[in-house]
């Protein structure tokens, strides 16, 4: 029981995020028609036992969120979990590229080092 219940879980997971997803579709008709496919097919699904056939639903719902996720537009909230770039130079955090473009960061291999441009 405990693996029908992480199963449960799981799908119920995916669809919540989906369902996120299709809610922030721009088009009116392809959100209607979003949500009533992803409930059709939770539906269909629900009896599946064959634990072959749910990873394979599984990942085809991973997939159509991946999907939905590149082609569904971010909204505002969103920029405050966007990632960055973190640079220590001496010891302290530089946020951003950490040098001005077209700058040498002073440890910089060169010639000198040793290194002959050869592959490892």
Same mark, same amino acid.
């Given at each position: 029981?405990?693996? $029908?219940?992480? =199963?449960? @879980?799981? #799908?119920?997971?995916?669809? !919540?995020?989906?369902?996120?997803?299709?809610?922030?579709?721009? *088009?009116?008709?392809? +959100?209607?028609?979003?949500?009533? &496919?992803?409930? =059709?097919?939770? =539906?269909?699904?629900?009896?599946? %036992? *064959?634990? &072959?056939k749910h990873l394979a639903h599984l990942k085809?719902? $991973?997939?159509?969120? $991946?999907?939905? +996720?590149?082609?569904?537009? =971010?909204r505002p909230s969103d920029a405050a979990q966007?990632?960055? +770039?973190?640079?220590?130079? @001496? /010891?302290?955090? #530089?946020?951003?590229? /950490?040098? $001005?473009?077209?700058?040498?960061?002073?440890?910089?291999?060169?010639? %000198? *080092? /040793?290194?002959?441009?050869? !592959? #490892?």
């Amino acid at each position: 029981m405990a693996v $029908a219940a992480q =199963r449960r @879980e799981l #799908v119920l997971s995916g669809y !919540r995020q989906l369902l996120r997803l299709i809610y922030r579709l721009p *088009d009116a008709s392809q +959100r209607h028609s979003g949500l009533q &496919e992803a409930a =059709r097919t939770l =539906r269909e699904r629900r009896t599946c %036992d *064959d634990a &072959e056939k749910h990873l394979a639903h599984l990942k085809e719902l $991973a997939a159509r969120t $991946a999907f939905l +996720r590149v082609i569904t537009p =971010r909204r505002p909230s969103d920029a405050a979990q966007a990632t960055g +770039r973190f640079v220590l130079r @001496e /010891g302290k955090l #530089v946020e951003g590229a /950490g040098e $001005a473009p077209g700058s040498r960061c002073e440890h910089a291999a060169t010639h %000198d *080092d /040793g290194w002959l441009g050869q !592959r #490892v």
